[in-house]
């Protein structure tokens, strides 16, 4: 009997679910029979929505409907909680630990596969300035958006009770690092909140907080094109956003941001949204990665020179083959994630069934943002719009895009509630420590240790 294909998908993201989900449905007949098998290697039970993110933030998406459970979509693959921390792909095997080898504390378990679907995506791309390690803040995960809510509406109560004018404006400062969609679309939907939420404060005016969008090159936004970028920076500034281009962040030791201008801004957010490197996994497997550390690839999402090796999404060089330069490479984005991951799966297919593979062309269609509620811009095939006919764009894009009929019916109840209703305000920042109160109930009050038990 000849032994059954495994194929093992590495991450849940948008390429892994997309490709799994494409697979257990183009291999029905063999899924069902044992000649194959699909395994989901993934960290978080979830696929995460990114682009939703800063709405979450925002609190007018509740953090469950920005991701999609995996186990509900993927009911044909095996799911296995862990992360993947090598791959040997010359013997076909991936090391990795599990939730339950964690608790256990026993070694890495190694899985060995047929094929290999790489897509573990991101991180964010740090430099070393001096006090970001400690200080900053990412924006790629659902935790870090909301976290960030909680602490931006904390940040606003401290500001509303201390007596220290030193420390209210520090707690009413915030600094986002990195002009790209995530850094504009965080702060601008958080800005917009903050703004709402100052009329609950009997001592805080939307005047008092500071937001600041500090961007290395001389433009926001790269995305949606020049124009629309200034139409952007136009916009934010009339905000009273202080966007300063050309400037980078050089230290933020010590609670006070210092701008490559000489600006001082003692903050207690320093938001890094400054660009994205490949995942740290692939530079722990013997595939061929390029100068930048992605994953070199064909057009056809087959790894370089090497057999049953696939990748795509932000971890893989994918060649744009519609750019017409040579060497050119697709971007980073959701946009080609999807689209890479069909083409990707139905490669995997053919090659199981000996057909032709596909090449992957898709021509960057532009791009959709929000700048905060009812206000946007948008650049798609050639055509601008901005304020509030963008902002629907995007609303409507992002609802297509969403997956599954579910999360898209519980987004728009979502959105349309809230248009019926008052904005929300609270921070669940105690969420994050849950024990917290119980461990207070639960200690001896203080100098009950001295006392004689009766
Ligand atoms: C805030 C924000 C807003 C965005 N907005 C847009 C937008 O409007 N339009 C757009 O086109 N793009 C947008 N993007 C970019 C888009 O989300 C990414 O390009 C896309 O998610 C890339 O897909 P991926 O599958 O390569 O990576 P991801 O979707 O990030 O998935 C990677 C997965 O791999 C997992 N993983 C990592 N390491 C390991 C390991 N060692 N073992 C196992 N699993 C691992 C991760 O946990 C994750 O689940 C946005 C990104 C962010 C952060």
Known sequence: MTEPARILVVGGGYVGMYTALRLQRQLRAELRSGAAEIVVVTPEPYMTY????????????SPRHVVVPLRRVLDRCRILIGEVLSVDHAERTATLSTLATDEEGTAPVELTYTELVIAPGSVSRTLPVPGLAEHGIGFKTVEEA?????????QMDIASS????AVRDAALTFVFVGGGYAGVEALAELEDMARYTARYYHNIKPGDLRWVLVEASDRILPEVGGKMGRYAVRELRGRNVDVRLETR???????VAV????????TRTVVWTAGVRPAPLLAATDLPLNERG???CTARLSVEGVDHAWAAGDAAAVPDVTSGAPGGE????????VRQARVLAGNITASLRGQPLKEYAHAYAGSVASLGLHKGVAHVYGRRL??????????????????????KARVLAEWTLSGLFKREIVSLGSLEHPRAEFELAASPPPGDDDKPSS
């Open 162 to 165: 201390t007596r220290d004018p």
């Open 259 to 266: 701008l490559s201008d000489g600006t001082r801004l003692p």
């Open 330 to 337: 697709c971007a980073p984005n959701a946009q080609h994630a």
């Open 249 to 255: 962040l050089d230290s933020c030791e010590d609670r």
């Open 50 to 61: 990114q682009p939703f993110l800063p709405e979450a933030a925002a609190g007018s998406i």
């Open 146 to 154: 909301i976290g960030l809510r909680n602490h931006v509406i904390e």
């Open 294 to 296: 992605r994953i070199r």
């Open 386 to 407: 901005k304020g509030y006919p963008a902002w629907f764009m995007h609303r409507a894009y992002h609802l297509s895009r969403v997956p599954t009929f579910n999360r």
